[in-house]
Structure formats: C-alpha cells, structure tokens
Nanobody, 124 residues
Framework: QVQLVESGGGLVQAGGSLRLSCAAS????????MGWFRQAPGKERELVAS????????YYADSVKGRFTISRDNAKSTVYLQMDSLKPEDTAQYYC?????????????????WGQGTQVTVSS
C-alpha cells in the first residue's frame, strides 16, 4: 500500500501561483510514475501532468503547457506541481496519483493509488 497526501491548495486570484505537494508513504516510493489529475464540477477527471521515476520524462495536458511544472524529490518521496499564470478554468479538485510498472502516467493509464485531493480555486 502507498498513501498519498496532497497539500498546497487554496484560493488565488487569476494570474497568481500555487505549488501543490504530494507526500508518499508506505511501500517504497520508487519506482512509481507519479502524476497530478484534476476534476472540476460536472467534468471528468483529467490528467494534468505526470513525471517518470528518474524525472527524465514528463507529460503535460495542452491546457497547462507552459504554465505548470511537475517535479519530484525521491529522497523526500514527494512530487510537486508548480502552477503559474493561473486561470479561473484551472479551478478544480487536484489529485495526486501513482502507478508502478510504467515509465510515465498517460491519460489512458490506470492508476494504482490516489490521494484524497486538494482544492484549487482561481478567482477572476
């Protein structure tokens, strides 16, 4: 079992920044691929960004490219999502996820473990 705990969500004005963190515990953090999903009310959950175990590969949804940056610190068993130039349409519940036995989480990938989520609200 792997437990994932997100933090860093909150309320921010459009154009502002937030950094989300996801701390993993339980079974070894490696070599899981990690990712951030989000779900807005009435919409399906979507993959926002993901990162490989070595950080050599990343994936970003088109809607966040150039604004969001995913990173990880394996020594701290933590993955981060730096969100800049936030827009009201980024408002959603953000979830951390992990999956073993793959290099990178992709939109069609399944997920082994989910965090409980953290709310991000961007006001206009």
């Amino acid at each position: 079992q792997v437990q994932l705990v997100e933090s860093g969500g909150g309320l921010v004005q459009a154009g502002g920044s937030l950094r989300l963190s996801c701390a993993a515990s339980g079974r070894t953090f490696s070599p899981y691929a990690m990712g951030w999903f989000r779900q807005a009310p009435g919409k399906e959950r979507e993959l926002v960004a993901s990162i490989s175990w070595t950080s050599s590969r990343t994936y970003y949804a088109d809607s966040v490219k150039g604004r969001f940056t995913i990173s990880r610190d394996n020594a701290k068993s933590t993955v981060y999502l730096q969100m800049d130039s936030l827009k009201p349409e980024d408002t959603a519940q953000y979830y951390c996820a992990s999956k073993g036995r793959v290099v990178l989480l992709l939109p069609t990938s399944g997920v082994d473990y989910w965090g409980q989520g953290t709310q991000v609200t961007v006001s206009s």
